[in-house]
């Protein structure tokens, strides 16, 4: 289960890789807008605003963050939210922009996902990913350690973590080669985080996530408690702040060329 208000509490810090990843989308009137893994849909309604002209449609399987993002939904014409499973989801018509921000980690084999996803597009459509490439950090190393410690282990079997985001080299090359022109870069955002335990509450809103849902309230603030302990090593504070570096790959690909992998035999010839 996902806690929109937990997730918003750093919510300046986690929309601006979404803002840095739009800049270089340079569509000009688009008609139609996805956002899958749309979360509370306060970003999605940033794409409503920067296109008023667009039916702006945003997904996510959380049933928690769609009842939140609805409420955006109620306030803005052209603007809706869908529960849905991103893997499953399918356009009612091809889509001028396409966004997915910081949810391909929680795919796993998300690369035979994201292959299809320029056949969706428009002629000369966009296509735009985000995703953290955090895992060689503290951050997560405590978290791996701590499910796989005699304490937790026990407590935690199969849970599943996010996953392994690859190198943006990767989604270059993939979106290159069906016939897009892409461009693919990585940021480290240094995030200026107050607060006493400020890197425990930021992954409680996301990689703690699967962790504290199977623990339960009572075990899950212990286990907070644990990673707080070990976080606050990791990332000691200065006087007024703690600096939580986080990496983060971005790829924008435009659908210009011949669509080299298509979905089904009736798109083998779709061209651009």
């Known amino acids: 289960m996902w806690d929109p208000g937990q997730y918003q509490q750093f919510a300046g810090e986690r929309g601006r890789p979404f803002f840095d990843l739009l800049a270089r989308v340079q569509a000009t009137d688009p008609r139609y807008v996805a956002d899958l893994g749309c979360g509370p849909g306060n970003l999605t309604a940033a794409l409503a605003q920067r296109w008023p002209g667009a039916e702006v449609v945003g997904v996510d399987n959380s049933p928690e963050m769609i009842s939140a993002a609805q409420k955006l ?71 791996l350690d701590l499910v796989r410690s005699d304490r937790w282990r026990p407590l935690l079997p199969g849970v599943q973590l996010n996953r392994q985001a690859h190198d943006p080299a990767e989604y270059l090359d993939l979106f290159a080669r069906a016939g897009c022109e892409v461009d693919a870069w990585e940021t480290t955002y240094l995030h200026v985080l107050p607060g006493a335990d400020p890197v425990a509450e930021w992954y409680r809103g996301t ?36 600096v939580l570096p986080v990496r983060r790959g971005f790829v924008v690909a435009r659908r210009t060329g011949w669509l080299l992998y298509p979905s089904d035999a009736a798109a083998e010839h779709a061209t651009c």
């Open 73 to 143: 939904g109620d306030e803005r014409a052209g603007l809706s939210f869908v529960l849905g499973d991103l893997r499953e989801w399918r356009p009612a018509r091809p889509v001028d922009v396409l966004v997915s921000s910081a949810v391909l980690q929680w795919v796993p084999g998300h690369l035979d996902l994201v292959r299809r996803w320029p056949q969706m597009l428009t002629a000369g459509g966009w296509l735009a990913i985000q995703l953290p490439g955090n895992y060689d950090q503290p951050s997560h190393a405590i978290l």
């Open 207 to 242: 990689g703690l996530r699967p962790v504290l849902a199977a623990l339960g309230p009572g075990r899950a603030e212990e286990f907070v408690a644990d990673y707080g302990a070990r976080a606050r090593e990791a990332y000691p504070p200065a006087p007024y702040v703690t």
